[in-house]
């Protein structure tokens, strides 16, 4: 079998998941993990700051760096929890609605494009690929810890 770690790197180049900005929306650069917190808290039904923080298994420290960075941009504001005002819930403002909303078309336009040289059968086999791997990441215990 080949070296899985060969594709995987192609992918991720490919995918330009090492740029250091995902994409620029009007006047803003969004880094890649930024684009990550706002389709988190797009998705996710009043997350708290915690809950973003682990399903991105990011440090608190430097999840509230992040999420500083996009409420200066005027993307996400930060509400105490009235029944326990050291939780923070984090929601989208209309700015970052509407950021949030032209990534996620631009990702489907690219993902569109990149699938429209594929037949249904090679489509199909791919997503189920995907989630092979992703089911199988999660049984990992090397999964989302740091190298090292």
Do not use: W
Not at 66 to 84: F, G, H, S
């Amino acid at each position: 079998m080949q070296n899985p770690r060969e594709p995987l790197q192609i992918m991720v180049r490919r995918f330009g998941l090492l740029d250091k900005n995902c994409c620029t929306v009007g006047e803003h650069e969004i880094s890649l993990i930024q684009s990550h917190i706002l389709y988190e808290i797009d998705h996710q039904h009043e997350p708290s700051m915690q809950q973003i923080a682990e399903t991105l298994a990011m440090d608190i420290t430097t999840f509230s760096r992040q999420v500083q960075t996009l409420i200066k941009k005027n993307l996400v504001q930060k509400t105490p929890l009235p029944e326990d005002r050291r939780v923070y819930i984090l929601s989208l403002t209309d700015e970052g609605e509407f950021v949030t909303t032209a990534i996620d078309h631009r990702m489907n336009a690219h993902l569109d494009e990149v699938f429209s040289f594929m037949t249904d059968t090679e489509k199909e086999t791919v997503m189920q690929s995907i989630k092979l791997l992703n089911e199988s990441m999660l049984k990992s215990k090397m999964c989302c810890t740091p190298l090292g």
